[in-house]
């Protein structure tokens, strides 16, 4: 991998760009869309609107657009200035057997990393048909604005350039010249007044100039108006159909008058904006204070052009490039204005924090990175030297900044904050089918992929053509690349993954061979006078091992979310040894009106989830709630029910920090079922239930879906007495039947109410439903929030509590997994969370973890690994990463772990065992081992094995462990993992 320096092994299944698309809607059409979609008239090119409380661009079938674009994007860009060699066009001639395989494969990449514009500088002859893309002329000519020549050559320009192109759909617009010389600036000192009063006596410019001697700023309203009055009519004449984007400013070198000028003629107002150094930053200001300066220039620049804004270009450059595999870094000595990071990951993350803020303000309509590919090793033709590429000249890409940018462009505002991004209402619950079909969307902002249903034939009118309407809620049905609100890595996450955990890659003696199954087609096994187990698709036991992560929960406006995923994330999951995630979600971001599913939210969903699966890692979706609903509080955490859920729609509800009543009647009325425009409640949140389900794969075999949770920690606020048997247990019942109905294939969760008490789980406990795919969940917190109980008496008391949770889970007829457990770091808790890791061993009880990351400002800090994905510090990570069973051919009898081995009784058919050998951190602060098992041996005889590396390099540190395989044939056997090295 360039740019890194640690090797990033592939990683089979990466890469992907399909893009799945909804069903259609079948039969009659939904009864209300309530609350508009944000769409707006199809003109069939694009166009300029403010709605929402923004500007947008338009696409040609008036859905709103953000323009994420890349410049320079050629097959033949620079030449080295010493050499005179062109080194891309060398990589180029050697790796593609065409110019069309090259396209082929640029526009794969572009739309994998989330850019849907090919920018200026650009082939954009080769990329139209594929791609809405940006067109920059030269209209500037000569030194007399004034004189009749540059109004001939605008319009030479405009009928030679222009009017071939009136009626692309996918041409966005046309940049009028690049970085024009407006006054003082790096190619001469003083203003344009003084250029136009040398000009020869009688000529236009000077006659113009002499009527503004004293007044430079005048004579730049006076120039400025006259190239923009010239060269738009120019345009107009043969086109009147694209947006005029303005002249690609230099922020840093914006003078009003130049802004008032433009502002009748320009539909966007184009700047390139660079991050400079402070010294050229306080240079400009002292040489030339007619410049706009502070703290946003971009919002400065609106307020005067009164336009949206895009960023036309910008770049941000590291030490750590390569001009080959193995070559030097550039120097980035040119230009010496812009500062260099250390390292590419500083890079990204230089990147990430910008345009973010780019699309925080409400007037920007689309930035443009610059550029596709490096510059030459010795400079191209003015000198510059930069790591600008987010590809080397070798062609290889940047990849910590092409997956920083491909999650970053998930958060875009149209991929987003699009509130038209809607599914219509469902057909109510007295239906008697409803299925994934029934899901109709709204027309998304989702480039779709070429070929893709949703997409249509890019035909005469392009991808905006007949049948070119954007993919409907992509996500439904799977993850999507680029179509989420998540955001890129962690900081500094380097990845050295051999092969995903699950279904790929060899096994011992097997070359080729994959395991299959593996957390597909989860479901419970049955055995008569055995404990039910969870089991895969190929019907081996799967012992879930893993975290929380509560990144998609909707909290309180007040109180700090946690870190949105990357795929990093689950990157670092595995190489901890992880293979489960329980991911929360809201009904309130789900739901957020009556019968209104929120796709884009849909989408985000079902991104964690393909993340996750590329990394073998199952995903339990969770309904959550605390304390009801985020309306109810304030600074806790407090989340489910919208505010529509609540009494008189929850206006009414006024935050508290402690228990309220109106989140005590809001219980009261979820559990009596009252109605919600004329449906009873709880049929909405089944509804929610299902289609987050769905959205997020858990029809058909599942995918990697290993449940849904039907309700987190419920609370019997308002509850018949008693609560399980007059509310909870009735209301699960209906649920189970719902989602079923629904189509959802996977094991359905659920929880006892939320007192923790053990004896009170046991005597509640008994079979409810006879669906024979559920499993019980249970929260282990025995003790923390008991203080002054502490760790000495709550370790004791662990014992009790599993076997109680155990008895229960026997009533209820299911298996158990704890699938929350966790405490803060005020003390040690380590003895507490090995007892936890022992018993689960016993009782062969998946779990996860409370909590994978969470922002600064929690109250608590639960998180196992930091922001940037270091490691905490406190062994508890090494704990968790102690050796345990991922699956086992068959039914698992039993486990256990020591120091020294890991031993594993299984009986079943034969097949494939995946054992997780510990975790090993080679660099770092906590550097060390667990037990890092890799000799295999099945009944005390040497087993054949193999070791499937899983690692992960998040800045300094370095860890990992090795997903050890074996054979193991048919029959009850005992399988132990041991510290010698691998036979063979």
Same mark, same amino acid.
């Given at each position: 991998?360039?740019?890194?320096?640690?090797?990033?092994?592939?990683?089979?299944?990466?890469?992907?760009?399909?893009?799945?698309?909804?069903?259609?809607?079948?039969?009659?059409?939904?009864?209300?869309?309530?609350?508009?979609?944000?769409?707006?008239?199809?003109?069939?090119?694009?166009?300029?609107?403010?709605?929402?409380?923004?500007?947008?661009?338009?696409?040609?079938?008036?859905?709103?657009?953000?323009?994420?674009?890349?410049? *320079?994007?050629?097959?033949?860009?620079?030449?080295?200035?010493?050499?005179?060699?062109?080194?891309?066009?060398?990589?180029?001639?050697?790796?593609?057997?065409?110019?069309?395989?090259?396209?082929?494969?640029?526009?794969?990449?572009?739309?994998?990393?989330?850019?849907?514009?090919?920018?200026?500088?650009?082939?954009?002859?080769?990329?139209?048909?594929?791609?809405?893309?940006?067109?920059?002329?030269?209209?500037?000519?000569?030194?007399?604005?004034?004189?009749?020549?540059?109004?001939?050559?605008?319009?030479?320009?405009?009928?030679?350039?222009?009017?071939?192109?009136?009626?692309?759909?996918?041409?966005?617009?046309?940049?009028?010249?690049?970085?024009?010389?407006?006054?003082?600036?790096?190619?001469?000192?003083?203003?344009?007044?003084?250029?136009?009063?040398?000009?020869?006596?009688?000529?236009?410019?000077?006659?113009?100039?002499?009527?503004?001697?004293?007044?430079?700023?005048? #004579?730049?309203?006076?120039?400025?108006?006259?190239?923009?009055?010239?060269?738009?009519?120019?345009?107009?004449?043969?086109?009147?159909? *694209?947006?005029?984007?303005?002249?690609?400013?230099?922020?840093?070198?914006?003078?009003?008058?130049?802004?008032?000028?433009?502002?009748?003629? !320009?539909?966007?107002?184009?700047?390139?904006?660079?991050?400079?150094?402070?010294?050229?930053?306080?240079?400009?200001?002292?040489?030339?204070?007619?410049?706009?300066?502070?703290?946003?220039?971009?919002?400065?620049?609106?307020?005067?052009?009164?336009?949206?804004?895009?960023?036309?270009?910008?770049?941000?450059?590291?030490?750590?490039?390569?001009?080959?595999? /193995?070559?030097?870094?550039?120097?980035?000595?040119?230009?010496?204005?812009?500062?260099?990071?250390?390292?590419?990951?500083?890079?990204?993350?230089?990147?990430?924090?910008?345009?973010?803020?780019?699309?925080?303000?409400?007037?920007?309509?689309?930035?443009?990175?610059?550029?596709?590919?490096?510059?030459?090793?010795?400079?191209?033709?003015?000198?510059?030297?930069?790591?600008?590429?987010?590809?080397?000249?070798?062609?290889?890409?940047?990849?910590?900044?092409?997956?920083?940018?491909?999650?970053? *462009?998930?958060? /875009?505002?149209?991929?987003?904050?699009?509130?038209?991004?809607?599914?219509?209402?469902?057909?109510?619950?007295?239906?008697?089918?409803?299925?994934?079909?029934?899901?109709?969307?709204?027309?998304?902002?989702?480039?779709?992929?070429?070929?893709?249903? /949703?997409?249509?034939?890019?035909?005469?009118?392009?991808?905006?053509?007949?049948?070119?309407?954007?993919?409907?809620?992509?996500?439904?049905?799977?993850?999507?690349?680029?179509?989420?609100?998540?955001?890129?890595?962690?900081?500094?996450?380097?990845?050295?993954?051999?092969?995903?955990?699950?279904?790929?890659?060899?096994?011992?003696?097997?070359?080729?061979?994959?395991?299959?199954?593996?957390?597909?087609?989860?479901?419970?096994?049955?055995?008569?006078?055995?404990?039910?187990?969870?089991?895969?698709?190929?019907?081996?036991?799967?012992?879930?091992?893993?975290?929380?992560?509560?990144?998609?929960?909707?909290?309180?406006?007040?109180?700090?979310?946690?870190?949105?995923?990357?795929?990093?994330?689950?990157?670092?999951?595995?190489?901890?040894? #992880?293979?489960?995630?329980?991911?929360?979600?809201?009904?309130?971001?789900?739901?957020?009106?009556?019968?209104?599913?929120?796709?884009?939210?849909?989408?985000? !969903?079902?991104?964690?989830?393909?993340?996750?699966?590329?990394?073998?890692?199952?995903?339990?979706?969770?309904? *959550?709630?605390?304390?009801?609903? /985020?309306?109810?509080?304030?600074?806790?955490?407090?989340?489910?029910?919208?505010?529509?859920?609540?009494?008189?729609?929850?206006?009414?509800?006024?935050?508290?920090?402690?228990?309220?009543?109106?989140?005590?009647?809001?219980?009261?009325?979820?559990?009596?079922?009252?109605?919600?425009?004329?449906?009873?409640?709880?049929?909405?949140?089944?509804?929610?239930?299902?289609?987050?389900?769905?959205?997020?794969?858990?029809?058909?075999?599942?995918?990697?879906?290993?449940?849904?949770?039907?309700?987190?920690?419920?609370?019997?606020?308002?509850?018949?007495?008693?609560?399980?048997?007059?509310?909870?247990?009735? #209301?699960?019942?209906?649920?189970?039947?719902?989602?079923?109905?629904?189509?959802?294939?996977?094991?359905?969760?659920?929880?006892?109410?939320?007192?923790?008490?053990?004896?009170?789980?046991?005597?509640?406990?008994?079979?409810?439903?006879?669906?024979?795919?559920?499993?019980?969940?249970?929260?282990?917190?025995?003790?923390?929030?008991?203080?002054?109980?502490?760790?000495?008496?709550?370790?004791?008391?662990?014992?009790? !509590?599993?076997?109680?949770?155990?008895?229960?889970?026997?009533?209820?007829?299911?298996?158990?997994?704890?699938?929350?457990?966790?405490?803060?770091?005020?003390?040690?808790?380590?003895?507490?969370?090995?007892?936890?890791?022992?018993?689960?061993?016993?009782?062969?009880?998946?779990?996860?973890?409370?909590?994978?990351?969470?922002?600064?400002?929690?109250?608590?800090?639960?998180?196992?690994?930091?922001?940037?994905?270091?490691?905490?510090?406190?062994?508890?990570?090494?704990?968790?990463?102690?050796?345990?069973?991922?699956?086992?051919?068959?039914?698992?009898?039993?486990?256990?772990?020591?120091?020294?081995?890991?031993?594993?009784?299984?009986?079943?058919?034969?097949?494939?065992?995946?054992?997780?050998?510990?975790?090993?951190?080679?660099?770092?602060?906590?550097?060390?081992?667990?037990?890092?098992?890799?000799?295999?041996?099945?009944?005390?005889?040497?087993?054949?094995?193999?070791?499937?590396?899983?690692?992960?390099?998040?800045?300094?540190?370095?860890?990992?462990?090795?997903?050890?395989?074996?054979?193991?044939?048919?029959?009850?056997?005992?399988?132990?993992?041991?510290?010698?090295?691998?036979?063979?």
């Amino acid at each position: 991998m360039t740019g890194g320096g640690v090797a990033a092994l592939s990683v089979s299944g990466q890469g992907s760009t399909a893009t799945p698309t909804a069903q259609p809607r079948s039969g009659s059409p939904a009864p209300s869309l309530l609350g508009p979609p944000l769409r707006f008239a199809a003109t069939g090119f694009f166009h300029t609107a403010r709605a929402g409380g923004r500007w947008w661009l338009v696409a040609p079938d008036g859905s709103p657009f953000y323009s994420s674009g890349i410049d *320079h994007v050629t097959s033949n860009p620079d030449t080295d200035r010493v050499t005179g060699q062109c080194p891309y066009c060398q990589t180029v001639a050697a790796l593609y057997p065409s110019e069309a395989s090259w396209v082929t494969t640029q526009v794969a990449r572009l739309r994998q990393w989330g850019f849907n514009t090919v920018g200026a500088f650009s082939d954009t002859a080769e990329f139209a048909r594929s791609m809405p893309y940006t067109v920059l002329l030269s209209m500037a000519s000569g030194d007399d604005w004034f004189s009749p020549s540059f109004a001939e050559h605008a319009r030479q320009v405009a009928e030679t350039q222009v009017a071939p192109l009136r009626n692309d759909p996918n041409l966005v617009g046309y940049f009028l010249d690049s970085e024009l010389h407006w006054g003082s600036d790096w190619r001469e000192q003083g203003p344009l007044l003084d250029d136009y009063l040398a000009l020869p006596q009688g000529s236009p410019g000077r006659a113009a100039a002499e009527k503004y001697v004293g007044n430079p700023s005048g #004579f730049l309203f006076a120039l400025a108006t006259r190239y923009f009055q010239v060269t738009t009519a120019a345009i107009r004449a043969v086109d009147p159909n *694209h947006l005029i984007l303005g002249v690609k400013a230099v922020a840093q070198l914006t003078q009003p008058e130049l802004l008032r000028a433009a502002r009748p003629y !320009v539909d966007v107002w184009s700047v390139d904006q660079y991050q400079l150094t402070p010294a050229v930053t306080s240079l400009i200001h002292s040489a030339w204070p007619y410049y706009l300066h502070g703290p946003n220039l971009l919002a400065q620049t609106e307020a005067i052009v009164g336009k949206p804004v895009m960023v036309a270009e910008y770049s941000f450059r590291a030490s750590g490039s390569a001009t080959s595999d /193995a070559g030097p870094s550039l120097a980035n000595t040119w230009p010496p204005t812009y500062p260099t990071y250390v390292t590419q990951e500083a890079r990204a993350q230089a990147y990430r924090a910008y345009v973010q803020r780019l699309y925080a303000d409400d007037f920007v309509v689309g930035d443009d990175w610059f550029e596709y590919v490096d510059e030459p090793y010795n400079g191209r033709f003015d000198g510059e030297d930069s790591n600008f590429g987010v590809l080397s000249v070798s062609d290889v890409p940047y990849s910590v900044l092409t997956s920083a940018m491909q999650s970053v *462009h998930g958060q /875009a505002p149209d991929r987003v904050a699009d509130p038209g991004r809607r599914c219509l209402s469902w057909t109510a619950l007295s239906e008697p089918v409803r299925k994934a079909a029934d899901v109709g969307c709204t027309a998304s902002t989702a480039t779709p992929t070429e070929g893709s249903a /949703a997409a249509g034939a890019p035909g005469p009118g392009g991808m905006w053509g007949a049948g070119g309407v954007l993919g409907q809620c992509a996500s439904l049905g799977g993850g999507t690349e680029g179509a989420s609100g998540l955001e890129g890595m962690g900081a500094g996450g380097q990845v050295g993954v051999e092969t995903p955990r699950g279904p790929a890659g060899p096994g011992p003696a097997d070359a080729g061979v994959a395991v299959q199954g593996y957390m597909t087609g989860m479901h419970v096994v049955h055995q008569s006078g055995q404990a039910p187990y969870l089991a895969d698709a190929a019907g081996d036991s799967v012992l879930l091992r893993g975290v929380n992560d509560n990144t998609l929960v909707q909290y309180p406006a007040n109180y700090p979310e946690a870190p949105p995923y990357s795929g990093q994330d689950f990157a670092e999951m595995a190489a901890l040894g #992880f293979n489960f995630l329980r991911l929360p979600v809201s009904w309130s971001r789900i739901m957020p009106e009556p019968g209104v599913i929120d796709c884009g939210y849909l989408s985000q !969903v079902a991104r964690v989830v393909h993340y996750a699966s590329e990394y073998g890692i199952g995903v339990l979706v969770d309904m *959550h709630q605390d304390r009801y609903s /985020a309306v109810t509080a304030t600074r806790v955490e407090a989340d489910g029910a919208p505010g529509w859920a609540l009494p008189g729609g929850g206006s009414s509800c006024a935050p508290v920090a402690g228990i309220s009543m109106c989140e005590i009647s809001g219980f009261e009325n979820f559990w009596a079922d009252g109605e919600v425009d004329g449906r009873p409640m709880q049929s909405w949140y089944l509804d929610a239930a299902a289609a987050v389900a769905l959205a997020a794969g858990a029809g058909n075999l599942g995918g990697n879906i290993v449940g849904v949770e039907l309700m987190n920690e419920p609370e019997p606020f308002g509850g018949h007495s008693p609560f399980t048997a007059g509310s909870l247990w009735p #209301f699960y019942d209906r649920m189970i039947s719902g989602l079923r109905s629904a189509g959802v294939a996977v094991p359905i969760w659920f929880e006892s109410p939320v007192i923790r008490s053990p004896q009170e789980i046991a005597s509640v406990a008994r079979a409810f439903s006879g669906d024979p795919d559920l499993v019980y969940a249970y929260h282990a917190y025995t003790g923390v929030f008991s203080d002054p109980m502490g760790v000495a008496a709550s370790v004791p008391a662990l014992p009790g !509590v599993y076997a109680s949770v155990e008895q229960a889970a026997r009533a209820f007829g299911t298996p158990f997994v704890v699938d929350e457990y966790g405490t803060a770091p005020t003390r040690d808790w380590n003895p507490w969370i090995a007892e936890q890791l022992s018993l689960q061993d016993q009782y062969l009880a998946g779990s996860s973890l409370w909590l994978w990351k969470q922002r600064i400002g929690y109250w608590y800090n639960w998180a196992l690994v930091h922001l940037d994905g270091t490691l905490r510090s406190d062994g508890r990570v090494m704990l968790l990463g102690m050796p345990h069973v991922d699956s086992v051919p068959g039914r698992l009898v039993a486990t256990s772990t020591s120091a020294s081995q890991l031993s594993v009784t299984v009986d079943g058919p034969g097949g494939m065992a995946l054992l997780w050998g510990g975790l090993q951190v080679d660099a770092g602060p906590g550097a060390g081992s667990t037990s890092t098992l890799m000799s295999a041996s099945i009944d005390g005889a040497p087993a054949d094995a193999a070791c499937q590396d899983v690692s992960f390099s998040p800045g300094s540190e370095s860890f990992g462990g090795c997903l050890v395989r074996v054979r193991v044939p048919a029959g009850r056997h005992v399988i132990t993992l041991s510290t010698d090295t691998l036979p063979g």
